[in-house]
């Protein structure tokens, strides 16, 4: 049997090829790698041994995707990881993001239904909290307003695949609300590789100690926290991946619409970030303190009991951990996998 893995070129779609590979399972990768690169497949490869079953389709392009489905008839789950995801971009390309990332999962669901496959995890996000109603968040906290077309992507996506089941009760819908994923593969053969300039903390961070980046502009120290720096649940990429092996192992055996936040339970500030990373690499981060960030919140992490509770997942790897697995990769790979 064969598991589809949309995105499965990018950043946590291919680690959790790598586990679901060292895992035993055969995964199949259709991307258009409109945000990743093919070599990803051969470090897959050297890390595993093997080279998984790769399409280069477009989800938007419902003849490709259902020839993909049409040659494999063994696929029996998805995980869909494939969308657009950078935050600020989505607020000045709303229409491309509104597009491809609901019609994309439009036509994957058209294409489960027809080929009988009736396992799904989807790839969602703590950012349809929004500005959280209460911290820790809980699953049945009530989601927020999101301040960007992307999040309203992914509230949107949950609420069609919930409704999907309604018709299709043989269905298992997993949605795992990622909080900040972080980190590289501990080979320092994958990693997190953003075009251009990071938006996100570590990787920002990564190009600051290896002397990339001139300084880190630290976003506001202003909020209610406890340094008045943001405060995130960072969450190791390998940890994420796994929590993906347990979604897909409990959705073999039941079904329905289930929920998961996954993130540690444990907030970081930014500069929490800064000192970590500093003393599990030695390096030093140099910052500056800057205006707040439109659009961010002050604080954002899980309560992540019910991953724990339901799904016998949690996170393994801590803040040093991921410090130092980033650091890796970015030493190994200065340009990311141009390298
Ligand atoms: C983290 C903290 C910033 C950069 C985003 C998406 C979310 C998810 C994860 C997809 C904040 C501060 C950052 C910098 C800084 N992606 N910061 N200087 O915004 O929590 O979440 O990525 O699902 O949807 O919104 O992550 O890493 O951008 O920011 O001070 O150069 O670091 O203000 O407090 P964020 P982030």
Not at 253 to 260: A, D, F, H
Not at 281 to 299: C, L, Q, S
């Amino acid at each position: 049997m064969s598991i589809l893995i949309t995105g499965g070129t990018g950043f946590i779609g291919s680690h959790t090829v790598v586990e679901l590979i060292e895992a035993g399972e055969t995964p199949i990768i259709v991307d258009n790698l409109s945000n990743s690169k093919e070599i990803v497949l051969d470090r897959i490869k050297t890390i595993t041994g093997i080279c998984p079953k790769f399409y280069k389709v477009d989800l938007c392009d419902m003849t490709a995707l259902d020839a993909v489905f049409a040659e494999n008839p063994e696929i029996e789950s998805v995980i869909h990881f494939a969308g657009l995801k950078a935050v600020g971009e989505s607020v000045s390309l709303p229409l491309q993001y509104y597009y491809n990332n609901i019609v994309s999962t439009l036509n994957l669901c058209e294409c489960m239904k027809k080929y009988g496959v009736k396992n799904l995890v989807f790839s969602s996000s703590a950012t349809v909290y929004g500005t959280p109603a209460e911290i820790p968040i809980k699953e049945t906290t009530l989601l927020g307003q999101t301040t960007n077309p992307y999040g309203e992507t992914k509230k949107m996506i949950e609420r069609i695949l919930t409704d999907v089941y309604k018709p299709n009760p043989d269905w298992s819908i997993s949605l795992l609300r990622y909080f900040n994923p972080i980190g590289a593969h501990k080979s320092g053969l994958m990693g997190e590789d953003p075009c251009g300039i990071p938006n996100n903390l570590l990787p920002y961070v990564s190009k600051v100690a290896e002397g990339q980046l001139p300084i880190l502009h630290v976003h506001g120290n202003d909020y209610p926290t406890p340094d008045g720096t943001g405060v995130r649940d960072y969450i190791h990429v390998v940890d994420l991946a796994q929590a993906h092996l347990k979604a897909l192992t409990r959705a073999r055996k039941v079904t329905g619409v289930e929920i998961y936040n996954i993130g540690t339970g444990r907030g970081y500030s930014v500069l929490e970030v800064v000192k970590a990373y500093e003393s599990a690499t030695g390096r030093k981060v140099k910052y500056e303190i800057g205006p707040r960030r439109p659009g961010d919140v002050a604080e954002c992490y899980a309560d992540a009991t019910k991953a724990y509770e339901v799904l016998g997942w949690k996170a393994q790897y801590d803040i040093a951990d991921m410090c130092r697995d980033a650091d890796r990769w970015q030493r190994q790979n200065p340009r990311g996998y141009e390298s």
